[in-house]
């Protein structure tokens, strides 16, 4: 079993789609989870999901950056960069607590355990998204340094902690 991607260190190189300037945000990324389990297995009464993987990835198609910040003014490109990741982070955060609590995952019937995993993983991704929201609005896309700079330490703190999660952020 293992949790993939958790530590990625995003480059421009994961936005390959060109952003026009002059929208609200000089970057946009999306990231998402899957679940990569290939059978269940009985325990006692309980059908629980086999060996499995969570596995954090990028939405190729939905990233993407104005070119000309990327490739221009080192500060502004590698903060711009880090917001980004700080949006990876975010989402990665909910995929590990997808990845901790599916241990712990049972059901009476395949169907019920479906049921349960599908209704989790829908949860907690409401939960990164909501928080991932919030990401944007208090740093304004990363132009408010400050507020940055705070949310930076915060997404840290989680992702080192073991037990961090989404909640633990602003």
Sequence with gaps: ?????????????????????????????????????????????????????????????????????????????????????GHYDIIALGAREFYKKLSSLSGATEDELNGKWKKMDAELSQKADIVDARYDVATNHGKNAAVQRVWNLKIEAAKNNPNGTVIDLP
């Excluded at 952003?19 to 006692?44: C, K, M, N, Y």
């Excluded at 999901?49 to 003014?73: L, M, Q, R, W």
């Design 1 to 85: 079993m293992s949790l993939e991607n958790f530590t990625k260190v995003l480059s421009w190189s994961n936005f390959p789609n060109p952003l026009p300037p002059g929208r609200p945000e000089e970057a946009t990324i999306s990231v998402t989870w899957r679940l990569d389990a290939d059978q269940f297995e009985r325990r006692g009464n309980a059908i629980m999901i086999g060996p499995y993987s969570v596995v954090i990835e990028t939405v190729a198609a939905k990233c993407a950056v104005v070119k000309a910040i990327a490739n221009g003014d080192k500060a502004v490109s590698d903060g711009l960069l880090k917001h980004e990741q």
